[in-house]
Protein backbone atom coordinates (compact mmCIF):
# COMPACT_ATOMS: atom_id res chain seq x y z
CA UNK A 1 0.00 0.00 0.00
CA UNK A 2 1.00 3.60 -0.85
CA UNK A 3 0.98 6.21 1.65
CA UNK A 4 0.73 9.65 1.17
CA UNK A 5 0.91 12.50 3.53
CA UNK A 6 -1.11 15.72 2.66
CA UNK A 7 0.39 18.71 4.28
CA UNK A 8 -2.53 21.62 4.21
CA UNK A 9 -1.65 25.03 4.89
CA UNK A 10 -4.86 26.80 5.59
CA UNK A 11 -3.74 30.62 4.99
CA UNK A 12 -2.96 29.59 1.41
CA UNK A 13 -6.72 29.21 0.72
CA UNK A 14 -10.24 28.65 2.64
CA UNK A 15 -11.54 26.54 4.85
CA UNK A 16 -13.65 24.94 2.22
CA UNK A 17 -10.60 23.73 0.35
CA UNK A 18 -9.92 21.42 3.69
CA UNK A 19 -13.70 19.64 3.02
CA UNK A 20 -12.87 19.59 -0.70
CA UNK A 21 -9.33 17.66 -0.01
CA UNK A 22 -11.38 15.47 2.86
CA UNK A 23 -13.55 14.81 0.51
CA UNK A 24 -11.28 13.79 -2.56
CA UNK A 25 -9.22 11.87 0.28
CA UNK A 26 -12.55 9.85 1.04
CA UNK A 27 -13.06 8.98 -2.84
CA UNK A 28 -9.28 7.85 -3.53
CA UNK A 29 -8.37 6.21 -0.18
CA UNK A 30 -8.71 2.03 -0.93
CA UNK A 31 -6.82 -0.83 -0.85
CA UNK A 32 -3.82 0.40 -2.54
CA UNK A 33 -3.47 3.99 -0.93
CA UNK A 34 -3.02 5.62 3.27
CA UNK A 35 -3.70 9.31 3.02
CA UNK A 36 -3.24 11.42 6.03
CA UNK A 37 -4.30 15.14 5.80
CA UNK A 38 -1.74 17.01 8.69
CA UNK A 39 -3.66 21.11 9.40
CA UNK A 40 -0.86 23.34 9.45
CA UNK A 41 -1.39 25.64 13.19
CA UNK A 42 0.17 28.69 13.34
CA UNK A 43 3.96 28.49 14.48
CA UNK A 44 4.18 25.00 12.81
CA UNK A 45 8.03 24.36 11.13
CA UNK A 46 6.39 22.64 8.03
CA UNK A 47 9.69 20.89 7.12
CA UNK A 48 9.90 19.20 10.85
CA UNK A 49 6.28 17.86 9.62
CA UNK A 50 7.70 16.31 6.61
CA UNK A 51 10.53 15.09 8.12
CA UNK A 52 8.21 13.13 10.65
CA UNK A 53 6.45 11.51 7.64
CA UNK A 54 10.06 10.85 6.13
CA UNK A 55 10.96 9.29 9.48
CA UNK A 56 7.55 7.08 8.85
CA UNK A 57 8.43 5.99 5.78
CA UNK A 58 5.87 7.57 3.65
CA UNK A 59 6.12 7.05 -0.13
CA UNK A 60 4.88 10.76 -0.94
CA UNK A 61 4.66 14.30 0.90
CA UNK A 62 2.17 16.57 -0.66
CA UNK A 63 1.82 20.33 -0.16
CA UNK A 64 -1.29 21.88 -0.49
CA UNK A 65 -0.57 25.31 -0.46
CA UNK A 66 0.76 27.98 -2.27
CA UNK A 67 4.78 28.52 -3.53
CA UNK A 68 5.30 29.24 0.00
CA UNK A 69 4.01 25.57 1.37
CA UNK A 70 5.71 24.04 -1.71
CA UNK A 71 8.99 25.18 -0.80
CA UNK A 72 9.47 24.76 3.10
CA UNK A 73 8.15 21.13 2.27
CA UNK A 74 10.51 20.45 -0.48
CA UNK A 75 13.24 21.51 1.01
CA UNK A 76 12.79 18.98 3.39
CA UNK A 77 12.56 16.01 0.76
CA UNK A 78 15.88 16.85 -0.63
CA UNK A 79 17.78 14.00 -1.69
CA UNK A 80 15.72 11.34 -0.09
CA UNK A 81 13.54 9.01 -1.86
CA UNK A 82 10.38 10.53 -0.52
CA UNK A 83 8.46 12.47 -3.52
CA UNK A 84 7.12 15.30 -3.62
CA UNK A 85 3.64 15.69 -4.17
CA UNK A 86 1.57 19.42 -5.12
CA UNK A 87 -1.48 20.49 -4.51
CA UNK A 88 -1.58 24.25 -5.87
CA UNK A 89 -3.78 26.14 -3.55
CA UNK A 90 -2.09 29.54 -3.27
CA UNK A 91 -2.12 32.55 -5.60
CA UNK A 92 0.44 32.52 -8.22
CA UNK A 93 1.71 28.61 -7.97
CA UNK A 94 5.04 29.01 -10.15
CA UNK A 95 6.02 25.22 -9.59
CA UNK A 96 2.70 23.75 -10.05
CA UNK A 97 2.23 25.53 -13.42
CA UNK A 98 5.72 24.57 -15.02
CA UNK A 99 5.03 21.06 -13.89
CA UNK A 100 2.01 21.36 -15.61
CA UNK A 101 0.02 20.21 -12.54
CA UNK A 102 -3.63 21.63 -12.88
CA UNK A 103 -5.12 24.09 -9.83
CA UNK A 104 -8.17 21.85 -10.23
CA UNK A 105 -8.12 20.58 -7.03
CA UNK A 106 -9.65 17.09 -8.28
CA UNK A 107 -7.15 16.63 -11.44
CA UNK A 108 -4.06 17.55 -9.12
CA UNK A 109 -5.84 14.88 -6.52
CA UNK A 110 -5.71 12.42 -9.98
CA UNK A 111 -2.09 13.15 -10.35
CA UNK A 112 -1.17 12.87 -7.44
CA UNK A 113 -2.50 9.20 -7.44
CA UNK A 114 -3.19 7.16 -9.70
CA UNK A 115 -2.34 9.12 -12.97
CA UNK A 116 0.72 10.58 -11.82
CA UNK A 117 4.51 9.72 -12.55
CA UNK A 118 7.82 10.74 -11.08
CA UNK A 119 10.50 12.90 -12.42
CA UNK A 120 13.22 14.53 -10.71
CA UNK A 121 14.18 18.04 -10.63
CA UNK A 122 16.90 20.84 -9.99
CA UNK A 123 16.83 22.82 -7.10
CA UNK A 124 18.75 26.00 -6.19
CA UNK A 125 20.57 27.93 -2.95
CA UNK A 126 21.69 30.99 -2.06
CA UNK A 127 24.61 30.26 0.75
CA UNK A 128 21.73 28.18 2.69
CA UNK A 129 18.41 29.19 1.55
CA UNK A 130 17.22 26.52 -0.99
CA UNK A 131 14.56 27.97 -3.65
CA UNK A 132 12.73 25.93 -6.56
CA UNK A 133 11.79 29.25 -8.35
CA UNK A 134 13.44 32.17 -8.59
CA UNK A 135 15.80 34.91 -6.33
CA UNK A 136 15.72 38.44 -6.81
CA UNK A 137 17.28 41.69 -5.54
CA UNK A 138 16.13 44.95 -5.73
CA UNK A 139 12.36 45.67 -6.75
CA UNK A 140 10.59 42.74 -6.37
CA UNK A 141 11.25 42.40 -1.96
CA UNK A 142 10.67 45.81 -2.09
CA UNK A 143 7.31 45.42 -3.50
CA UNK A 144 6.40 42.14 -1.11
CA UNK A 145 7.35 44.85 1.97
CA UNK A 146 4.84 47.46 0.54
CA UNK A 147 2.38 45.32 -0.47
CA UNK A 148 2.20 43.60 3.10
CA UNK A 149 2.17 47.12 4.83
CA UNK A 150 -1.05 48.38 2.68
CA UNK A 151 -2.59 45.06 3.65
CA UNK A 152 -1.94 45.99 7.05
CA UNK A 153 -4.12 49.25 6.40
CA UNK A 154 -7.21 46.67 4.94
CA UNK A 155 -6.24 47.11 1.39
CA UNK A 156 -7.11 43.49 -0.38
CA UNK A 157 -4.07 41.51 -1.59
CA UNK A 158 -4.39 42.30 -5.23
CA UNK A 159 -5.39 45.88 -4.72
CA UNK A 160 -2.31 46.23 -2.05
CA UNK A 161 0.25 44.82 -5.29
CA UNK A 162 -0.74 47.01 -7.94
CA UNK A 163 -0.18 50.32 -5.53
CA UNK A 164 3.24 48.53 -4.35
CA UNK A 165 4.19 48.19 -7.94
CA UNK A 166 3.63 51.33 -8.88
CA UNK A 167 5.25 53.21 -5.39
CA UNK A 168 8.43 51.07 -6.28
CA UNK A 169 8.79 51.73 -10.02
CA UNK A 170 8.42 55.41 -9.81
CA UNK A 171 11.29 55.11 -7.91
CA UNK A 172 13.29 52.55 -8.19
CA UNK A 173 15.92 51.45 -5.53
CA UNK A 174 19.24 50.61 -7.55
CA UNK A 175 21.73 48.41 -6.21
CA UNK A 176 25.12 48.29 -7.07
CA UNK A 177 26.28 44.96 -7.90
CA UNK A 178 29.49 42.77 -9.46
CA UNK A 179 30.06 39.41 -10.39
CA UNK A 180 31.71 36.99 -12.62
CA UNK A 181 29.91 34.77 -14.62
CA UNK A 182 30.57 33.12 -18.78
CA UNK A 183 34.16 34.90 -18.80
CA UNK A 184 32.86 37.89 -18.09
CA UNK A 185 33.31 40.75 -14.93
CA UNK A 186 30.00 42.54 -14.14
CA UNK A 187 29.93 45.74 -12.62
CA UNK A 188 27.10 48.00 -12.68
CA UNK A 189 23.98 49.52 -10.72
CA UNK A 190 20.75 48.20 -11.43
CA UNK A 191 17.08 48.51 -9.85
CA UNK A 192 16.67 44.02 -10.07
CA UNK A 193 18.27 41.20 -10.10
CA UNK A 194 16.51 37.92 -10.64
CA UNK A 195 18.46 34.39 -10.30
CA UNK A 196 16.33 31.62 -11.46
CA UNK A 197 16.02 27.73 -10.49
CA UNK A 198 16.44 26.64 -14.71
CA UNK A 199 15.82 29.00 -17.76
CA UNK A 200 13.04 31.19 -17.39
CA UNK A 201 11.44 32.42 -20.89
CA UNK A 202 12.18 35.80 -21.30
CA UNK A 203 9.63 37.72 -23.61
CA UNK A 204 6.19 36.92 -25.23
CA UNK A 205 3.62 34.27 -24.41
CA UNK A 206 4.74 32.04 -21.73
CA UNK A 207 6.99 35.12 -20.33
CA UNK A 208 8.22 34.19 -16.73
CA UNK A 209 7.51 30.01 -17.83
CA UNK A 210 9.91 27.46 -17.91
CA UNK A 211 10.49 24.32 -20.19
CA UNK A 212 12.59 22.41 -18.01
CA UNK A 213 13.79 22.08 -14.38
CA UNK A 214 16.24 19.92 -14.61
CA UNK A 215 18.88 21.60 -17.23
CA UNK A 216 21.44 21.86 -14.12
CA UNK A 217 21.65 25.56 -14.91
CA UNK A 218 20.85 29.05 -13.39
CA UNK A 219 19.32 31.56 -15.04
CA UNK A 220 21.00 35.41 -13.69
CA UNK A 221 19.00 38.36 -15.26
CA UNK A 222 20.61 41.82 -14.48
CA UNK A 223 18.24 44.51 -16.20
CA UNK A 224 20.59 47.79 -17.23
CA UNK A 225 18.10 50.74 -16.93
CA UNK A 226 17.84 52.54 -14.12
CA UNK A 227 14.74 54.79 -14.64
CA UNK A 228 11.48 54.27 -15.00
CA UNK A 229 10.82 55.23 -18.56
CA UNK A 230 13.50 52.61 -19.58
CA UNK A 231 11.47 50.42 -17.17
CA UNK A 232 8.35 50.75 -18.81
CA UNK A 233 9.68 49.97 -22.63
CA UNK A 234 11.82 47.34 -21.52
CA UNK A 235 8.51 45.82 -20.23
CA UNK A 236 6.79 46.68 -23.17
CA UNK A 237 9.63 45.12 -25.25
CA UNK A 238 9.45 41.57 -23.21
CA UNK A 239 5.79 41.38 -23.44
CA UNK A 240 5.83 41.74 -27.52
CA UNK A 241 9.33 40.83 -29.35
CA UNK A 242 12.99 39.62 -28.65
CA UNK A 243 14.98 41.19 -25.86
CA UNK A 244 18.04 42.95 -27.01
CA UNK A 245 20.37 41.31 -24.47
CA UNK A 246 23.38 43.79 -24.93
CA UNK A 247 21.41 46.50 -24.68
CA UNK A 248 18.61 45.72 -22.05
CA UNK A 249 19.96 43.32 -19.91
CA UNK A 250 22.44 40.73 -19.15
CA UNK A 251 21.31 37.06 -19.01
CA UNK A 252 23.29 34.40 -17.76
CA UNK A 253 23.39 30.53 -17.62
CA UNK A 254 26.13 29.27 -14.99
CA UNK A 255 25.68 26.42 -12.56
CA UNK A 256 27.21 28.80 -9.88
CA UNK A 257 27.96 32.37 -9.15
CA UNK A 258 28.85 35.09 -6.26
CA UNK A 259 27.28 38.31 -6.13
CA UNK A 260 28.51 41.16 -4.00
CA UNK A 261 26.36 44.13 -3.51
CA UNK A 262 26.62 47.66 -2.29
CA UNK A 263 24.65 47.93 0.52
CA UNK A 264 25.72 45.03 1.52
CA UNK A 265 22.83 44.03 3.28
CA UNK A 266 19.50 43.85 1.36
CA UNK A 267 16.35 42.29 1.35
CA UNK A 268 16.33 38.91 -0.87
CA UNK A 269 13.44 37.25 -1.84
CA UNK A 270 13.28 33.13 -2.35
CA UNK A 271 10.18 31.92 -3.96
CA UNK A 272 7.73 34.89 -2.78
CA UNK A 273 8.90 35.02 0.84
CA UNK A 274 11.00 37.95 1.66
CA UNK A 275 14.47 37.99 3.84
CA UNK A 276 16.93 39.95 5.22
CA UNK A 277 20.74 38.93 4.14
CA UNK A 278 24.15 40.28 4.17
CA UNK A 279 26.83 40.50 0.85
CA UNK A 280 28.17 37.72 -0.99
CA UNK A 281 25.19 35.97 -2.31
CA UNK A 282 26.45 32.62 -3.41
CA UNK A 283 24.09 30.75 -5.97
CA UNK A 284 24.27 27.53 -7.04
CA UNK A 285 22.15 25.21 -8.71
CA UNK A 286 21.52 21.71 -6.91
CA UNK A 287 20.94 19.34 -9.65
CA UNK A 288 18.96 16.28 -10.01
CA UNK A 289 18.04 16.50 -5.86
CA UNK A 290 14.25 16.32 -5.75
CA UNK A 291 11.49 13.26 -6.75
CA UNK A 292 8.26 15.23 -7.98
CA UNK A 293 4.99 13.46 -9.38
CA UNK A 294 3.51 15.31 -12.40
CA UNK A 295 0.84 14.03 -14.67
CA UNK A 296 1.49 11.36 -17.06
CA UNK A 297 1.85 13.51 -20.57
CA UNK A 298 4.53 16.07 -19.61
Not at 24 to 44: A, K, P, R, T, W
Not at 59 to 79: E, H, P, R, S
Not at 269 to 295: M, N, T, W
Request: aromatic share 10%; with cysteine; charged share 20%.
Amino acid sequence: MRSIAIIFNQRSGILSRLEELQKNCIELSNELYHIEIYEVQEGDNIPEIAKHYIARKFDTIAAAGGDGTVNAVGCALINTQCRLGILPLGTFNHLAKDLGISTDLSLAFRTLTNEGKEIIIDAASCNKTIFFNNSSLGIYPKVVHLREKYQSWGKLKWTAFFFAVIEVITRLPNIFISFEAGGRKISRRTPFLFVGNNAYKLTGVGLGTRSSLSSGNLSVWLIHSTSFGGMLGLLRIMLSVIVKEDRELDTFYPQEVIIETVPSRLSVSYDGEVLEADSPFHYKILPQCLRVIVPEKI
